[in-house]
């Protein structure tokens, strides 16, 4: 099994909502990566968890909030967004992080928009 | 600062031919490269990974090289099909400012016309 799930597919919220993303995987990697992508753009890396713990924070604002309850899951949870928050949000996990050699697989992602 | 470059942005061929699509990259101390397919509105499809230390991988009608001297790397589609239509992104996975980082290229929209 090589998917990596995310859901809700799709999330409308206004700006003083609070929801969450979940994203899901079981082919037992270790690390697991948050990706921002905005319209016609490339993926943009936001955080990094390896074994369950925040290596990477690419200076995201704290309205964004990531978690690793265990190492299948990764939730993404939202807060007070602005407009320009709107855009896909992609799950992706690898066997590791620290190795720097390993693919990674990414997830459908979740169309966000902040209205 | 690494900085990830695709060309051409966008590409349209016709079906049955070879093509090439581009991916340079300005810091060559890099960990490895993977290229993805992207189709509208949706997730990343892995295509190849190469470690820093080989220089070309292959699957089925893909082929994608590395010279990590020259800061480049190439994905050939051989025979190519509509369904191959998509965006081709590369990713450089390297070691900069203390941490690994990963940087997506710019993209290449190809359009496969029957």
């Known amino acids: 099994d090589t998917e990596v799930t995310q859901t809700p597919k799709h999330l409308v919220m206004g700006m003083t909502n609070k929801k969450s993303l979940k994203c899901e995987q079981h082919?037992?990697?270790?690390?697991m990566y948050w990706y921002k992508q905005k319209a016609k753009k490339p993926p943009e890396l936001m955080f990094v968890?390896?074994?369950?713990?925040?290596?990477i924070n690419e200076s995201v604002p704290s309205r964004f909030s990531p978690e690793c309850p265990n190492s299948s899951l990764l939730n993404l949870h939202l807060h007070a967004l602005q407009p320009e928050d709107s855009a896909l949000y992609l799950c992706?996990?690898?066997?590791?992080?620290?190795?720097?050699?390993?693919?990674?697989?990414f997830g459908p992602g979740t169309r966000l928009t902040v209205t | 600062k690494q900085e990830v470059t695709q060309i051409p942005a966008a590409l349209s061929v016709p079906e049955g031919e070879n093509l090439v699509l581009n991916c340079s990259f300005t810091?060559?101390?890099?960990?490895?490269l993977q290229w993805f397919r992207q189709d509208p509105g949706k997730g990343l499809t892995s295509l190849l990974l190469i470690q820093s230390s080989q220089r070309e991988q292959t699957s089925g009608r893909l082929n994608a090289s590395l010279d990590k001297s020259s800061g480049r790397s190439t994905l050939y589609i051989a025979a190519s099909q509509p369904g191959d239509s998509a965006t081709y992104l590369c990713?450089?996975?390297?070691?900069?400012?203390?941490?690994?980082?990963?940087?997506f290229g710019t993209g290449t929209k190809l359009q496969v016309i029957p």
């Open positions: 968890y390896s074994y369950e713990k925040l290596s």
């Open positions: 992706a996990s690898s066997q590791d992080w620290t190795s720097g050699v390993v693919e990674q697989y």
């Open positions: 082919m037992g990697h270790r690390a």
């Open positions: 990713a450089v996975r390297f070691y900069g400012g203390g941490y690994q980082k990963v940087t």
């Open positions: 810091d060559s101390a890099i960990y490895n």
